[in-house]
């Protein structure tokens, strides 16, 4: 604990930590906490995972009095960053007993009203403030300290007017932290409008990119799926994240993963507050080893023990992809990012090449057994159309590695760089299958 006192946390405080285990802090935390401590506004760029929960944290917990009003705010971009968040610094300020709450929507706005009266911290997402603000249900007037977590992803999410309006209202005579993984140009205009010379640091990225192997698989439309089911049960894995682009994709795969033997569960922003919760509880106790997810849960969610990273569909943007492949290789572990690409992928995966920076391999498939799926006749966006309710994946003859590389070669991507040659994607896309 010598390198904590040596940033000039109290004893109680520093006691407290040591009960939660926290033996050495991480970069952002050291970098940070004395200057919060000295009441500064900090710009602190650092990834989800960091440990910036308790970089911020520190300075609340060590400067508010209890009772005193709500004396801080935080503002993240989800409900589950809120709670979780919520949850640490209550953890944080067990010898002090602030008494901390999060607010957001999706549930019960009353019991939050009654919870808001005697609350030291809040923390909350930038819609439910607001509606707060107008039902004149949170006094702001003696807010001290305002964190801005997550801040690039808040305004990627479209809350930069929210987020403004609810720091119009808060004392200009404050101090500000902002945590965000990019400095973008809107986050900066927020730092330029509302911050008193702040303080930038930095941290270097959380993943350790000797641990992480990033590889991808370029397949038939036909199997994709059957791939996926071949690899979650062949790969020897812990906990595993299948990121997919839609709710409804999302709903798909975990729906046939579970008719394949595999006991997977679905997260995305179409779920209840409640059951969101709940499937994030089992996920972090292990009761279930495979989560689907949309994007909700690739920022914010400090999600341990991720062993692989599945990309079943690839994202638009390679500040998206290192986002999801961010939640493996922690903490000195090592982990596993694999995309699986297929036709409707080409476009998505070419433009995560373009970062130089991203390294990752294709791989040739082994013989792939095909997979058992079933399909909505309704919701025909997760796989192919079929007037069957059940039926295994149209893939002819299976998949053999020879046959990947062949195909490969005739779409015009062997190898990495080759990716996304015009030619052999157009001349792909003209043998499309419908799908």
Not at 15 to 31: A, N
Not at 63 to 89: C, D, F, H, K
Not at 164 to 177: D, H, S
Not at 278 to 287: P, Y
Request: hydrophobic share 35%.
């Amino acid at each position: 604990m010598e390198k904590f006192r040596k940033l000039n946390l109290s004893e109680p405080f520093l006691q407290t930590i040591k009960g939660m285990h926290f033996q050495i802090p991480s970069e952002i935390q050291e970098k940070t906490i004395p200057l919060t401590l000295e009441g500064k506004d900090v710009i602190a760029g650092s990834a989800t995972g960091s440990g910036k929960t308790l970089a911020f944290g520190a300075c609340i917990v060590e400067t508010l009095v209890v009772g005193n009003g709500l004396q801080s705010l935080i503002l993240t971009p989800t409900r589950e960053l809120a709670e979780q968040v919520a949850e640490s610094l209550q953890a944080f300020s067990m010898h002090k007993k602030l008494k901390i709450i999060a607010v957001y929507g999706g549930v019960g706005i009353e019991p939050q009203i009654k919870n808001l009266k005697d609350a030291d911290v809040v923390v909350g997402t930038p819609g439910r403030i607001l509606d707060h603000m107008q039902r004149y249900t949170i006094n702001l007037s003696k807010i001290k300290i305002l964190v801005l977590d997550e801040a690039d992803r808040m305004l990627d999410m479209g809350f930069l007017e929210d987020v403004e309006k609810i720091i119009e209202k808060v004392p200009k005579n404050r101090q500000t932290l902002l945590f965000s993984a990019t400095i973008s140009s809107e986050v900066s205009i927020i730092a330029q409008r509302h911050m008193k010379n702040p303080i930038e640091v930095s941290a270097e990225t959380h993943v350790d990119p000797t641990k992480l192997k990033q590889i991808f698989y370029d397949v038939d439309s036909g199997i994709k799926f059957s791939v996926l089911v071949h690899l979650l049960k062949e790969e020897k894995s812990d906990l595993v994240l299948v990121f997919c682009n839609t709710r409804n994709n999302a709903d798909f795969v975990t729906k046939n993963l579970r008719l394949n033997d595999i006991d997977a569960k679905v997260i995305h922003g179409g779920l209840s507050q409640n059951r969101r919760s709940d499937v994030l509880e089992d996920f972090h106790q292990g009761h279930v080893t495979v989560l689907v997810c949309t994007d909700v849960a690739a920022r914010g969610l400090d999600i341990k023990g991720v062993s692989h990273v599945y990309n079943y569909d690839v994202p638009s943007t390679s500040k998206d992809y290192i986002h999801r492949i961010g939640r493996t290789a922690r903490a000195g572990k090592e982990g596993k990012a694999i995309a699986i690409i297929a036709q409707r992928d080409y476009e998505n995966f070419q433009n995560v090449l373009k970062d130089d920076t991203i390294k990752i391999e294709r791989q040739e498939l082994p013989y792939i057994p095909r997979a058992v799926m079933q399909i909505d006749r309704n919701n025909r966006k997760g796989g192919f159309k079929t007037g069957g309710r059940g039926f295994r994946e149209r893939s002819g003859r299976g998949n053999y590695a020879g046959r990947g590389e062949r195909e490969s070669k005739e779409r015009g991507f062997g190898d990495r760089k080759g990716f996304g040659n015009s030619r052999g994607r157009d001349n792909f896309r003209r043998r499309e299958r419908r799908y």
